[in-house]
């Protein structure tokens, strides 16, 4: 359909009845937004991860069912028809009950995926009955019949081209017929059809990427906050919305921890040039922030952030000075336990990296320990937990001077573990003890950001 929105809302925005009920105004106020994307009610993901770690005893796993029960019952409450609605919930339960009894025997990545997506089937359903009740022509859709990617569970790849080719033959002709489709964010299915997930924040990856292959005019991704501000409100009550931001420079906060956006997000509407609209659907009339290619404002810094539970490894060898190959064969070990590099710097013996511990859907931090033995059979092997990782953000920071001297001299008290500047004009990162990581936030937003116009 021509100038399609799609909306997506957030945890927070379908946590109980009444959240529900403001996210079908939003779309409902927009005749051009046909395809709602949902991620879990707020807490619940939360919930399924902890029975898909298999740590829980058969009390421990009925306790935690009868929490995620709870959370849907509300809004059952809420609708007609409460028997078909809660025998719905409690038949994808009992695959829940089933699939936490399998973990508890042998944890796998597979079956955590199938066990966490119950929670967008769950919400995308009730959501569902909320638009008919209220007299809307809406049909729930499940997205995995289109949103295919590779079986790397936990953090899966998504297959572009045939997402196009299978929402072309599924999907859009729900939207040409004026329906209100809502389907799940988070979660799709690999070529045999086992379910995966995209990794955590994935719901706006998917409805980008729903947007891609839908030829949508407009993404909407509805949080509980009015957009995208400066740093993060709940750190720093003084941080600012923003009105306009470029695609990198949105791209660059959600990858250092703006958790507004997920750091994915973007690439499919940047390869359409699709704008992205940030609000929130609990208070629309505030406003938002627009994501653009390009801005008529910017400012050297533009933002900070945060982002927690790093780990440092620092390798050493006197065998690499003068000598080739190291770090391929650092990154080749790496790649092998598929684990992401974030910030690399080197020295003429050692090299640190950091890992963003928890990005997988189990929210396993730990890395594995034959990773460690492979590196030490060539290097000494120094890990630092405890660490946060201050990203400050902003334009053509490589090239402008005293960027450098505007940022430390604001927390020349704190001591700084790593840093990383000029692989990038957009960002400058680096590493401080967490217990720091808050003041460190606050004191360069005053500085930097607080007397500039955001």
């Known amino acids: 359909m021509q100038n399609l929105d799609i909306a997506k809302f957030g945890g927070t925005s379908v946590a109980n009845y009444d959240a529900m009920s403001k996210c079908v105004e939003v779309v409902t106020s927009n005749k051009n937004t046909k395809l709602v994307v949902v991620s879990a009610c707020a807490g619940v993901t939360n919930l399924l991860v902890e029975l898909a770690s298999g740590a829980c005893d058969s009390a421990g796993r009925e306790e935690i069912i009868a929490k995620v029960f709870a959370i849907h019952k509300e809004i059952i409450s809420k609708l007609d028809n409460q028997e078909e609605h809660e025998a719905v919930i409690k038949n994808y339960l009992k695959v829940v009950h089933d699939l936490a009894i399998q973990a508890s025997m042998t944890r796998t990545d597979m079956i955590t995926d199938r066990l966490v997506s119950h929670g967008e089937l769950m919400s995308s359903y009730l959501i569902t009955q909320i638009f008919k009740q209220k007299g809307f022509d809406a049909e729930w859709f499940d997205v995995r ?9 936990g953090k899966a790849v ?3 081209e045939v997402i196009s080719s299978l929402s072309e033959e599924h999907l859009v002709p729900l939207l040409d ?3 209100i489709v809502v389907t799940q964010g988070f979660i799709g299915a690999d070529s045999s059809g086992q379910t995966t997930t995209l990794g955590r924040g994935g719901s706006d990856y998917s409805a980008a990427l ?6 949508a005019q407009t993404i909407s991704i509805w949080t509980d906050v009015p957009g995208v501000y400066t740093t993060d409100p709940r750190l720093v009550p003084e941080a600012m919305p923003i009105s306009e931001l470029t695609y990198l420079e ?16 973007l690439v499919p509407a940047v390869r359409c040039g699709i704008p992205v609209y940030v609000g929130s659907s609990k208070a629309p009339e505030q406003g938002g922030t627009w994501v653009r290619p390009t801005t008529d404002y910017s400012p050297a810094f533009r933002a900070v952030a945060l982002r927690k539970s790093q780990t440092l490894i620092v390798l050493s060898s006197p065998k690499m000075v003068g000598a080739t190959g190291f770090l391929a064969q650092v990154f080749s070990i790496f790649a092998k336990y598929n684990l992401s590099v974030d910030l690399v710097s080197t020295s003429e013996v050692s090299i640190a990296i950091t890992i963003d511990a928890g990005s ?9 320990e ?14 630092e937990s405890g660490l946060s990782l201050v990203a400050v953000i902003g334009n053509n920071m490589a090239r402008t001077s005293h960027i450098t001297a505007e940022v430390f001299s604001a927390i020349d008290n704190y001591a700084v573990r790593m840093i990383c500047y000029g692989a990038s004009s957009h960002n400058l990162c680096f590493l401080v003890g967490e217990e720091d990581a808050v003041d460190v936030l606050k004191l360069l937003h005053k500085s930097l950001l607080e007397s500039e116009k955001a």
Do not use: N, W
Not at 147 to 152: A, C, H, I
Not at 250 to 265: C, D, Q, R, V, W
């Open 177 to 179: 017929s004026g329906k």
């Open 145 to 153: 019949r289109v949103m295919r990617t590779d079986s790397s569970y």
């Open 250 to 265: 949105a791209a660059e906060m959600a990858t250092f921890g703006a958790k507004i956006l997920h750091p994915s997000t």
């Open 158 to 160: 998504a297959l572009v």
């Open 210 to 215: 729903l947007g891609e292959s839908c030829h």
């Open 370 to 383: 034959a990773l460690y033995h492979e590196l030490r059979e060539f290097c000494h092997v120094r890990t």
């Open 360 to 368: 997988q859907t189990s929210g396993l931090s730990s890395i594995p």
